[in-house]
């Protein structure tokens, strides 16, 4: 299964989930969901498990990016200023957007189960076909 990793706690936990409900480890899920030529809730999940490993590399990189240009022998002038204020704004971004996608993708795995195998699912007899009852209409 996935291991996880200090820097993406949130996809890490997001990837454990999606393949907990659908049995296989993500990196075949995600090849079963590109192969999938209608849009399902597989792919649904694995794109917002991408979207949440995109923010947490974003903020990963932009952090890094922001210590090495607060570092303390480093002084602050006019051109690093306003990379720090770009740092910091795109780092706000990126957790705003991890939050976002988790709480939705986390909220829709909380919904879900995972199905029993095919095999020891009852057969479901079909229900006769029934026609729709007329209607009429009165004014």
């Known amino acids: 299964m996935h291991q996880t990793d200090p ?20 990196a075949e899920l995600e090849v079963l969901a590109d192969s999938t030529p209608d849009t399902t809730l597989l792919a649904a ?4 498990h991408s979207n949440l490993v995109l923010a ?11 210590r090495e240009l ?3 022998d480093r002084e602050i002038g006019r051109y690093a200023a306003g990379h720090i204020l770009d740092c910091a704004r795109r780092i706000a971004e990126s957790v705003a ?3 976002a996608c988790a709480k ?15 095999e020891s699912r009852p057969a479901i007899p079909s229900a006769p076909a029934t026609p729709a009852p007329a209607t009429s209409r009165t004014r």
Do not use: M, N
Request: no cysteine; charged share 20%; hydrophobic share 45%.
């Open 7 to 26: 820097a993406h706690a949130v996809s890490d936990l997001i990837a454990q989930r999606i393949e907990t409900l659908y049995g296989q480890p993500l």
């Open 45 to 48: 999940l694995t794109s917002s």
């Open 56 to 66: 947490e590399r974003t903020i990963a990189f932009q952090l890094e990016r922001l």
């Open 70 to 72: 607060a570092a303390p």
């Open 97 to 99: 957007t991890r939050d």
């Open 104 to 118: 939705s993708t986390g909220a829709v795995l909380a919904g879900l189960r995972r199905a029993p195998a095919l």
